[in-house]
């Protein structure tokens, strides 16, 4: 009966310690492999360097505050325009961009005293214009951009003043004779900056002056006290979206030595 009761005792005993044994050899089996791995068999195997993609191609849309200068404001009033475009991004240094806007640039001033006639001293006008820009990058990376742009586009316009007539149709608010078309050519010239993500995504701001070729966006001209055209300048926030990404070539590098331990030679 005592060597029954003693036999009893020490068989869980022993099973625990098999249990612990095999609990210790399973935490060291991976630990063992993972080093065997890191330690030799990565060495012989390349590593796969896997760079971001490069968007060669984008849609951007984007909104812009906008400001009128002419006879009738200098820079104080702000409306809003809404812009889409197509920009390409092959080069390091010069690429494209090829867009459209439409909005509104207004301006007013009650007190204003013109030298003859009686023009309007209010105005409000549709814009629509249709661009193509050169971007000069001074700074390109993956992850950032900052470009100067020049372009030349087309825009139509429609002045009217506080009850919605058009202005063009009111002959009185002009000099005799004195009559415009409402289509003109415009040389956008201006700055920005773009951040791009991992996945080609990005957000940026552009600083512009339409340089609108008209003196009419305010429908006065020569009743008017400031020489030359009427210009515009437009601050866009807008969004990058890839349309076209350059998967990069994976990079293959040269396998180092393999490297031997004492373990591997036994």
């Keep these: 009966m005592k060597k029954k009761a003693i ?39 390349p590593i796969i360097i896997q760079p971001r993609p490069k968007p060669v191609r984008f849609l951007e849309l984007g909104v812009s505050a906008n400001s009128y200068k002419g006879d009738l404001s200098g820079y104080e009033k702000w409306t809003a325009c809404y812009h889409g475009a197509i920009r390409f991004n ?49 700074i390109k990376t993956p ?4 470009y100067a742009s020049a372009g030349l586009g087309i825009c139509n316009y429609q ?28 040389i956008p010239i201006g700055a920005g900056a773009t951040y791009l993500l991992k996945n ?27 020489t030359g055209n009427d210009n515009v300048l437009s601050v866009r926030f807008y969004v990058y979206a890839p349309l076209q990404l350059i998967m990069p070539k994976l990079v293959m590098p040269t396998p180092r030595k393999k490297r031997f331990y004492t373990h591997e030679l036994e």
Aim: proline share 3%; aromatic share 18%.
């Design 7 to 45: 036999f009893a005792h020490t068989i869980p005993f022993y099973c625990m310690r098999i249990v612990v044994c095999l609990l210790f050899a399973c935490l060291a089996l991976p630990a063992f492999a993972q080093k065997y791995i890191l330690d030799s068999e990565a060495d012989t195997l």
């Design 90 to 138: 092959e080069a390091k240094r010069l690429n494209s961009r090829i867009g459209f806007g439409y909005g509104f640039v207004t301006g007013d001033n009650r007190t204003y005293k013109f030298p003859a006639g009686k023009p309007n001293i209010f105005f409000r006008s549709s814009i629509f214009f249709l661009s193509y820009e050169a971007h000069y990058n001074f």
């Design 143 to 146: 992850s950032f951009m900052l």
């Design 159 to 186: 002045p009217k003043n506080e009850l919605g007539e058009k202005l063009v149709d009111l002959l009185e608010t002009r000099d005799l004779d004195e009559a415009y078309g409402r289509t003109g050519f415009m």
């Design 200 to 226: 080609g995504y990005g957000v940026g701001v552009h600083a512009s002056w339409l340089n609108v070729q008209t003196d009419y966006l305010d429908n006065i001209s020569v009743w008017g006290t400031r």
